[in-house]
Structures are given as C-alpha cells and as structure tokens.
C-alpha cells in the first residue's frame, strides 16, 4: 500500500474526506498535517532550535 493509499484509507475511514480536496485547497489544520506525516511514515518532528 503506498502512502497516498493509506492517506486516502484513514481519512475516508475516520471522516469521510478525501484528502486530495484539502491539499488542493491549500487549507488544512496542523492536525490533518500530523496525519499525513504518519500515514507516509513519519515518527518523530523536531520543532525548535535546540
């Protein structure tokens, strides 16, 4: 399953959407981008400059 696939599996499961329609939009939350980051694997996100 690619990452587009299961971007597409969690939000039509969890929402209904499909998350083309928000990124092509250009607006989404900080929430539907920490869903995206994990559904493409994504584990750690270092904020900051320490």
Sequence with gaps: ???EERLIA???E???LNP???VAR???TASFFLRCLSA???THL???YA
């Design 20 to 22: 083309r329609n928000k």
């Design 1 to 3: 399953m690619t990452a």
């Design 10 to 12: 969690i939000f039509e």
């Design 14 to 16: 969890k929402v209904g």
């Design 40 to 42: 493409v694997g994504f």
């Design 46 to 48: 270092h904020l900051g």
């Design 26 to 28: 250009g607006k989404f």
